[in-house]
């Protein structure tokens, strides 16, 4: 009578299985997907339409993004401020860098006089590169 050996049945597996690294990979993929957008913009904002797409982009750090909603609340660069101390970080700014570029984001509903205020702190402080930020409207 021929016996037969365990050793067969104890054999390791040397391969790795993919197929939880998979599931992690499109996990994670989806969630950058959907949290992208939402890390851009600090403030939900509707623009209001029109305005070209500028056709040299600047670099980053030659930008200050002033955001306005309805309200009348004010961030600088993502950072929640009321209008004298966005005044007092312009003017950081503005002396670190002289060409300094400051886009004011307001949305379609923000009263007039919030936008003017903010214009008006930054021209009074030799502050003179800015740009009113619309949509985008493709022509048709």
Known sequence: MRRFSQKNSLVTLSEINIVPLMDLTFVLLIIFVITT????????????????????????????????????????DKKPLNLEQIKDALNLMHAQKKDLVIHIRGDENTPYKHIAAVVDVCQKNGMTSLSLQTEFEPKQ
């Open 37 to 76: 957008p939402l890390l851009e913009q600090s403030m939900k904002l509707d623009l209001p339409s029109g305005g070209e797409v500028d056709p040299e982009p600047l670099r980053p750090d030659d930008v200050a993004t002033i955001e306005i909603d309805p309200a009348g609340n004010m961030r600088l």
